[in-house]
């Protein structure tokens, strides 16, 4: 099982990135994904999460308007397009996977990759 996550940076408040998770190793179209955040010092936390057919969504409260979550299932890959920048953003973003099957429950993360919103 891998989920490598790409696409994070250096970027201005204001400005916008696109994380992507790519997926291998298990069947994708099953799994719902999110994206979670860690900021130093504090504990890590759900950014935005997506079902397994893509037909639902949810965020935080702090990135509402924001950010987008989408996956592709022929491509095995997750994204987070996230737009409107803010410092609060900066943080190490990990792509989750999770699903459960008769009570139990498989739970994929990924490397993470750094954002860091600054001038």
């Known amino acids: 099982v891998q989920l490598v996550e790409s696409g994070g940076g250096l970027v201005q408040p204001g400005g916008s990135l696109r994380l992507s998770c790519a997926a291998s190793?298990?069947?994708?179209?099953?799994?719902?994904m999110s994206w979670d955040r860690q900021a130093p010092g504090k504990e890590r936390e759900l950014v935005a999460a997506i079902t397994s057919a893509g037909a639902s969504t949810n965020y935080a409260d702090s990135v509402k308007g924001r950010f987008t979550i989408s996956r592709d299932n022929a491509k095995n890959t997750v994204y987070l397009q996230m737009n409107s920048l803010k410092p609060e953003d900066t943080a190490v973003y990990y792509c989750?996977?999770?699903?459960?099957?008769?009570?139990?429950?498989?739970?994929?993360w990924g490397q993470g990759t750094q954002v860091t919103v600054s001038s």
């Open positions: 989750n996977a999770r699903r459960l099957v008769r009570g139990y429950e498989y739970d994929y």
């Open positions: 190793g298990f069947t994708f179209s099953r799994f719902a």
